[in-house]
């Protein structure tokens, strides 16, 4: 009878260190200095990935950003006469009703567009879960990224492209996630083409899956954490 392998075998030490070292991330100031550690909430970053969720996600948000706008006539809705154009019989040609028939110029079309936006929705519960799984698959591939704060920071595009040539990130595609109190920041870095801006209200999975590196402060993260779990009498929101 073989003996069951101790808690503490080698896998489990791996699998463990993995762990802990993929929640671990360094800690920045605006000089690019390490500032030491900050552990991302486990709650949010351990998820287990779930691929098609997260492709129910981002299809039900790109099917929502459709604007259906166009719009046409059929041809009882084409103003004009509905008298018969001639005769049915004895002229030698194709028999026709009114000309509001999509076969003449002018006429209503035959199966046009009706500028009708069907939106698609998702329970609230699997919109989490989806955006838990996209964080969680930034955080496997070790893309995140968090910065202390912005104070001290001129509100100019040149120093903001300093901060990202000390961070090894001026040619890397990035998304910012800035807290209340960060609102400085938006003045520097809005100008970055690499950089989109958003707020951690209304981060979503598509968002965090196509923005690339993931920038948050310490104030963004603390947001993101309360964001999952609301104080008493709060709500989350999860767009």
Request: charged share 25%; glycine share 8%; hydrophobic share 40%.
């Amino acid at each position: 009878m073989t003996r069951p392998a101790p808690f503490w075998c080698g896998a489990c030490r791996n699998y463990l260190f993995h762990i802990f070292k993929m929640f671990k991330v360094d800690l920045y100031n605006i000089k690019g200095e390490k500032e030491g550690k900050v552990t991302l909430p486990k709650e949010i970053f351990e998820t287990k990935i779930n691929k098609p969720l997260l492709s129910q996600a981002v299809r039900v948000y790109l099917a929502n950003q459709r604007d259906a706008r166009a719009r046409a006539k059929t041809r009882a809705q084409v103003k004009g006469s509905n008298r018969k154009i001639y005769r049915q019989k004895g002229t030698g040609g194709a028999r026709h009703g009114d000309n509001k028939a999509p076969i003449f110029v002018g006429g209503g079309k035959a199966h046009p567009p009706k500028g009708i936006n069907r939106r698609l929705s998702l329970p609230k519960k699997m919109k989490q879960l989806a955006l838990k799984s996209a964080l969680s698959a930034k955080a496997a591939d070790k893309q995140i990224l968090v910065i202390n704060d912005f104070k001290g920071l001129k509100q100019k595009t040149k120093e903001a492209n300093k901060v990202l040539d000390k961070l090894d990130l001026k040619t890397e595609r990035a998304i910012l996630y800035l807290g209340e109190k960060d609102k400085k920041a938006v003045l520097a870095f809005r100008n970055i083409p690499t950089i989109s801006l958003a707020s951690v209200l209304t981060i979503n999975s598509y968002q965090v899956l196509n923005g690339g590196i993931l920038i948050f402060t310490k104030e963004s993260l603390k947001q993101l954490s309360s964001k999952f779990n609301p104080p008493a009498g709060g709500a989350s929101r999860i767009v």
